[in-house]
């Protein structure tokens, strides 16, 4: 399943204040208003040339304000697993990109006025082919939907500053589907066995393309499933920690703290996030074709 969508004809997937996990991919492109999101307990912020991707797994919530309800705006393509594994004929395809599966960078990138009307025109493209579907518009769509992924991963390799080439080691997408299911029990020797490498080679591998350690994304993988298990269900620290594969409350609390700077606790009882948008709010997205 693919679909394209109007922010104002999704209110149950986009315009949905309370936190849900994801099952699907998505890319959002704000058209107009202000506002901003938390993805996985982290504020993004929500304006006018804002893209926001975000993958199966992840915890969001949107934050408008009442007067601004009416007035957000947004282009949204989203997809389902399955359906990519099918569509782009690669079982590591959406992983060799650079903004879906973050465990080492940004899911936000704010767009040049350009950038951002091409992105919405090639949606709106996607979407008129949608809803008036012919013999041959899986091949339209294919290739509209892969010209968007790859401009939007040269893009995000841009903002980062890293080579823009997709990834492409086999045993590098095998080791990010490996940190999705994450596990204290499952060291940086562990994943280096699956992959059937050494660990001297694995953490060579993750610094010549990811330009971090396997243990660091080991660490990100767990904390940020951690948050979310912290953030959004009512059950005990103890009760996280084991279900993370954590034996010793005591001692998930510790990791924990050093990874994100304070204890569960303390973290679970955080206020919200006080990020709120600036006044200037950017101007609306031009499209030839409307929005």
Known sequence: ?????AVSELHGIVLDDEPHRLDFYDLLLVTRGQGWIELDGDPVPLRPHQLVVTSPGQVRRLHLAPEQRPRFEGLVLFFLGPFALDFFNDPFFLHRLH????HRGATAL???AQRAAWFGERLLTMRR?????RADSEH???AVLYELLVCTNRWFAEAAEVPSEALVDVRLLRLLRL?????????????????GISTTHLRSLTRRALGTSPGALVRASLTGEAKRRLLFSAAPVGAVAASLGFDDPAYFSRFFRREA???PTEFRGLPQPAWRPPVAAG?????????
């Not at 399943?1 to 969508?5: A, C, L, R, Y």
């Not at 999705?180 to 994943?191: G, K, L």
């Not at 101007?283 to 929005?291: F, I, K």
């Open 261 to 263: 700077g304070v204890a």
């Open 283 to 291: 101007e609306p997205v031009r499209l030839a074709s409307g929005s």
């Open 110 to 112: 704010a767009l040049e």
């Open 99 to 102: 903004f879906f599966h973050q």
């Open 140 to 142: 339209l769509l294919r």
């Open 179 to 195: 940190l999705e299911q994450p596990d204290a029990r499952r060291d940086v020797n562990w994943h280096a066995r699956q992959l």
């Open 1 to 5: 399943m693919v679909d394209v969508g």
């Open 129 to 133: 082919e949608l809803r008036d579907f």
